[in-house]
């Protein structure tokens, strides 16, 4: 069974920092493009970040460029968001995904694997 798990979410001040974590399971992700959305209530789900299978290609939302950084672990099995200088309005449940291409998406249809989300919370 197909399993990303997010973890690392929480209540942070604005102007904090918090990084947050995804665990894939269940079948291997290799060759696989990941990245971080997120929701808003009431609004659609949106992109956030995402990097390639082989890490070379990355893309940020323009909100938040320069303060969060896509990341994956040694054995591209954990894809983590460490997100810096945290405003209000990152406040948003956050998911991770997963598709089949080795490339990259910014559209959240492309992604045919996702965690349940985690809850990030940035107070003023």
């Known amino acids: 069974q197909v399993q990303l798990v997010e973890s690392g979410g929480g209540l942070v001040q604005a102007g904090g920092s918090l990084r947050i974590s995804c665990a894939a399971s269940?079948?291997?992700?290799?060759?696989?493009?990941m990245g971080w959305f997120r929701q808003h209530p009431g609004k659609e789900r949106e992109f956030v970040a995402a990097l390639s299978w082989s890490g070379i290609t990355i893309s940020y939302a323009d909100s938040v460029k320069g303060r969060f950084t896509i990341s994956r672990g040694n054995a591209r099995m954990t894809l983590y968001l460490q997100m810096n200088s945290l405003k209000p309005e990152d406040t948003a449940i956050y998911y991770c995904?997963?598709?089949?291409?080795?490339?990259?998406?910014?559209?959240?249809?492309?992604?045919?694997?996702w965690g349940q989300g985690t809850q990030v919370t940035v107070s003023s």
């Open positions: 269940g079948r291997t992700f290799s060759g696989s493009a």
């Open positions: 995904a997963a598709r089949v291409s080795s490339q990259l998406s910014r559209d959240p249809s492309d992604y045919s694997y």
